[in-house]
Structures are given as structure tokens and as C-alpha cells.
């Protein structure tokens, strides 16, 4: 399969139509290219608070409900492009109030079949626990799609290895990001890696790009697209699949072989995912010898 992972920036919208647009042209051309699964980054559904004006997208309350009003409108426009183009679409992540006093940091996930289901981070980051109130959500999903079975670990998520074992059966991880700093994209691309080395499988990262002044909280991003396997058999050695340009904005491409991974599971040079349960009882195992 072909999949496209974006470098998306934010923009500033006077109309629905202009989000409408913006997000079909994406879609449009990464289909275009023949991309079969297409991942949006976390927090790209920021851009929708600007539709009730600038006031309201500065202020980090007053946004984060604007988002969430906005989602229903948002998934069925993502739901009629996934049908329209015969594409699996991973929606750019938003706050969603549902049924709490606080919101989940949640990314739907839409096949062309009609078909829609959803994937909430689990940790949340200290600026989303301590000045947003974004809350943990509901639990990690397989999704067992026509391209293999996928799973979702928004950005900080990527960064614990029991969340990526959990997950352990599926054959691409699909890792939204959104990072202000180098350092926090590089934190969340070596999650990435580390997750496709130990669960022999594909991870694909996106990121938000670029500046948005409107927003005291995704004002700065950096990062890019990338597509990550085991540097092991039928991978390359370096692990990178596809990588894109640092900040540039745009889709990034690579070609994923469902074989291959099933491959490497079975006869890899080693053998992560099958070796994971010998760190037990070692992991608890420790001697302590004093050196002075």
C-alpha cells in the first residue's frame, strides 16, 4: 500500500467553505498520488476555533469548546472525502467534550466503506494536564481494516512501550503528533522508532508545521512526516522508510509491504515481539552489588 503521512500547518479560516476547501485540496492530492491511507497530525482540528473569530481562537478555554462544536460537521466532511476517494482517512486530532466536565484529546479514523470509529490519547502531556485540563480517554483500538490491522498512538503515547505492546497485533501504529520544539518532535520520533523496532511493525508519524499566531496553544510547530520500520529484514537498515523536510509543509509518501512485516515477525534476524515476554521475570530481577 501507499500511505501519505502530512506536515499540515494551521491556517485561519473566515468560512467553513475555506476549511472545506483546504481540506479536500489535501485529500485530493494525496489520493492523486495514489496514497491508500492518509494520517493527519494531532491537533490540526485547532484550525476550526478560528471560525468563531479571532477572540475566541486565542483564548484556550473559549477553544477548546469551539473545537469540539465543530467536530460533527468535521467528521462527516472527512467521512465523505474517505467514501468519495476509496481512501482510509486518520483525521487531524481535537479536544472533544463528550459527556465530561473536561475534554479527551480524540482522532477519528474513517474507512471508505462508511465505516468511522475514533482513538483517544491515553497520557496526556503537562501542558494539556496542567494549563488545557485535557483528560485521558476512552481505550486503545485495533482497527482490522482491508489494509491490515492499524492502531493509534497520539504523540506523547508513542513514548511508553506497554502502550505500543498493547497493541502488539497490529501492523501499522499510526503516531499524530503535534511538538512546539526540535527536541519534542525528536522525543516523539524515537517513541515512533522504538515502537516499530519492538513490535516489528510500521509506525507513521505526522506533525503539525509552521506558525499560527491566533493560538496561545499551537502557536509554534516543528516537525515533519515520516514513515518508520525494524531496521531488519526487508526493511532498510536505517529503519526509515520515508522521512520528509524538516518544517516543510506537504504530504510524505512511502510504500508499505504487509508482507514484509508479517515476514520479519516470523524470521527477522531477531525476533523483538516474540522475545518480549523473556524481560519477565528480569525486569523485576535486579542484584544490587556495591562498587565502593
Not at 498520488?33 to 476550526?48: I, K, R, S
Not at 526509515?240 to 510504500?255: F, H, P, S
Request: hydrophobic residues 45%; proline residues 4%.
Amino acid at each position: 500500500m501507499k500511505i501519505a503521512t502530512a506536515a499540515y500547518p494551521l491556517d485561519f479560516f473566515d468560512s467553513w467553505a475555506g476549511y472545506e476547501d483546504k481540506v479536500f485540496r489535501w485529500v485530493d492530492e494525496a489520493a492523486s498520488h495514489g496514497a491508500e491511507l492518509l494520517v493527519f497530525p494531532e491537533y490540526a482540528a485547532m484550525e476550526l476555533a478560528t471560525l468563531d473569530g479571532a477572540e475566541v481562537a486565542a483564548d484556550l478555554e473559549k477553544s477548546l469548546h469551539a473545537v469540539s462544536d465543530r467536530m460533527a460537521d468535521a467528521n462527516a466532511l472527512h467521512a465523505h472525502l474517505a467514501r468519495e476517494f476509496g481512501v482510509h482517512i486518520l483525521g487531524g486530532s481535537a479536544p472533544v467534550f463528550d459527556g465530561g466536565a473536561r475534554p479527551v484529546n480524540r482522532a477519528h479514523f474513517f474507512a471508505p466503506n462508511g465505516k468511522a470509529d475514533h482513538q483517544d490519547k491515553q497520557i496526556m502531556t503537562r501542558f494539556e494536564r496542567e494549563i488545557w485540563g485535557v483528560v485521558g480517554g476512552g481505550p486503545l483500538k485495533v482497527f482490522d481494516t482491508a489494509l491490515g490491522k492499524i492502531g493509534v498512538l497520539i504523540c506523547y503515547d508513542s513514548e511508553y512501550p506497554l502502550l505500543g505492546r498493547a497493541i502488539s497485533e497490529c501492523d501499522l501504529i499510526l503516531v499524530p503528533s503535534c511538538t512546539e520544539a526540535l527536541s519534542g518532535y525528536w522525543r516523539v520520533r524515537i517513541g515512533a522508532m522504538a515502537r516499530a523496532l519492538e513490535q516489528q511493525c510500521v509506525t507513521v508519524m505526522a506533525s503539525l508545521v509552521g506558525t499560527a499566531d491566533w493560538s496561545e496553544a499551537v502557536d509554534v510547530n516543528t516537525g515533519m512526516g515520516g514513515l518508520f520500520g525494524p531496521p531488519d529484514t526487508g526493511f532498510p537498515a536505517t529503519g526509515v522508510i520515508a522521512e520528509g523536510t524538516l518544517n516543510e509543509a506537504g504530504w510524505t509518501y512511502g510504500e508499505v509491504d504487509v508482507e514484509a512485516i508479517a515476514h520479519v515477525r516470523a524470521d527477522g534476524v531477531v525476533l523483538n515481539r516474540t522475545h518480549w515476554q523473556e524481560q519477565s521475570p528480569r525486569d523485576g530481577d535486579v542484584t544490587y552489588m556495591s562498587m565502593q
